[in-house]
């Protein structure tokens, strides 16, 4: 082989191994953000005073905090669909989009409202100026928490293995097994998806641990 044919290939071969890895690297770096958790929520170990919707004081209460632009909260939706159809014990649920206060009317009727809403026994309300998620002390939508009969707080966290993906995960698992009564310590788990209100957005610039809408 001619040393012009061999530098030709050399040159193929170091270009090939160069694309390799960046490839690699934008890979890993999608996958660390995938897996990195939002900010936990500050959540209350009892049913909060400033609530402007009710507890139910008959059995669970879930809670479920969204921004109606966020893409991540899709898996969320699809796994609260799939953790009320395997629920046998009716839950009283709530899904509150953020609103802000310049929002035209129906900014936050998107399509996640349509597909919370079209969940059997999901009471969807908008949160104006992200005053509940304030009150409840959410800062990351999908952020979910499941109050019981007492008012006692036993879940807050994500229902979601990573960022947008749907499936079986951990949390879910945890949040089922509550609800199913098998479980009665206070689960937090990592939640997956964008900050939510002015508020928590302060947090995401000194901690960028989950993206803006």
């Not at 019981?148 to 979601?160: A, C, K, V």
């Not at 293995?161 to 310590?185: I, K, Q, V």
Request: net charge neutral; aromatic share 8%.
């Amino acid at each position: 082989m001619s040393a012009k044919r061999r530098g030709w290939w050399l040159l193929l071969g170091a270009g090939l191994a160069v694309w390799l890895l960046m490839i690699g690297t934008g890979l890993a770096m999608l996958w660390a953000y995938a897996e990195t958790p939002g900010a936990p929520a500050a959540a209350h170990a009892t049913w909060p005073a400033g609530a402007t919707f009710t507890r139910d004081a008959r059995g669970p209460t879930l809670v479920l905090f969204l921004h109606p632009q966020c893409p991540c909260s899709r898996a969320t939706i699809a796994e609260l669909a799939r953790l009320l159809a395997g629920t046998k014990d009716s839950v009283t649920t709530y899904a509150l989009f953020y609103r802000p206060a310049d929002a035209a009317a129906g900014w936050e009727r998107t399509d996640l409202w349509d597909a919370a809403a079209a969940i059997p026994g999901v009471r969807v309300m908008s949160d104006e100026r992200g005053a509940q998620a304030r009150v409840f002390g959410a800062l990351v939508s999908g952020e979910t928490m499941l109050y019981g009969d007492t008012g006692s707080l036993l879940f807050s966290g994500g229902i979601t293995g990573a960022r947008g993906h749907e499936g079986d995960n951990p949390s879910r698992t945890a949040l089922t097994s509550m609800l199913a009564g098998h479980r009665t310590d206070t689960i937090r788990t990592p939640v997956f998806g964008c900050y939510l209100h002015a508020e928590a957005d302060l947090v995401a610039k000194s901690s960028p641990r989950a993206e803006r809408p």
